[in-house]
């Protein structure tokens, strides 16, 4: 695996059950392995498995909750999800986009790889076009 630069994004790979025929850090109960990579705020790398993958409940603004998983190994294509909704990383709140791009072996699906996109640039950018065109005293609704 390629060294994890600081500043770069959380990236992560799942695999249809027991497809490494073993248990390995950052795999569930099932036997898929899903390390999700990410740095934390010291710089040291940080592994934990990624969940709700095949999860159909649904985030309060209506986006299944395992849409980044269940659409791309459904359909074999790419995905991206532009979610209105906050995910724990390293025990912090964080409002993600996610890409994610199936594997495939002769046609069929053996697992995902993706990264996601913290989207707190979006606050930043709102915060100085206010400041920037409306003196600071602009709102959103």
Request: hydrophobic share 40%; net charge positive; glycine share 10%.
């Given at each position: 695996?390629?060294?994890?630069?600081?500043?770069?994004?959380?990236g992560w790979?799942?695999?249809?059950?027991?497809?490494?025929?073993?248990?390995?850090?950052?795999?569930?109960?099932?036997?898929?392995?899903?390390?999700?990579?990410?740095?934390?705020?010291?710089?040291?790398?940080?592994?934990?498995?990624?969940v709700e993958?095949?999860?159909?409940?649904?985030?309060?603004?209506?986006?299944?909750?395992?849409?980044w998983y269940?659409?791309?190994?459904?359909?074999?294509?790419?995905?991206?999800?532009?979610?209105?909704?906050?995910?724990?990383?390293?025990?912090?709140?964080?409002?993600?986009?996610?890409?994610?791009?199936?594997?495939?072996?002769?046609?069929?699906?053996?697992?995902?790889?993706?990264?996601?996109?913290?989207?707190?640039?979006?606050?930043?950018?709102?915060?100085?076009?206010?400041?920037?065109?409306?003196?600071?005293?602009?709102?959103?609704?």
């Amino acid at each position: 695996m390629a060294p994890i630069q600081p500043g770069s994004r959380p990236g992560w790979t799942s695999t249809t059950p027991n497809i490494k025929n073993r248990r390995d850090q950052g795999s569930d109960a099932t036997g898929r392995f899903l390390p999700y990579w990410t740095r934390a705020a010291d710089g040291t790398i940080a592994i934990q498995p990624l969940v709700e993958y095949d999860s159909h409940a649904t985030h309060a603004n209506g986006l299944v909750k395992g849409a980044w998983y269940i659409n791309p190994s459904t359909t074999g294509k790419e995905n991206i999800l532009w979610s209105a909704a906050f995910y724990i990383v390293q025990g912090k709140k964080v409002f993600l986009a996610t890409m994610s791009v199936p594997v495939m072996i002769d046609g069929k699906f053996h697992g995902l790889a993706g990264a996601d996109y913290n989207l707190d640039f979006l606050q930043k950018l709102a915060e100085q076009m206010d400041r920037t065109l409306f003196g600071g005293k602009g709102s959103s609704l």
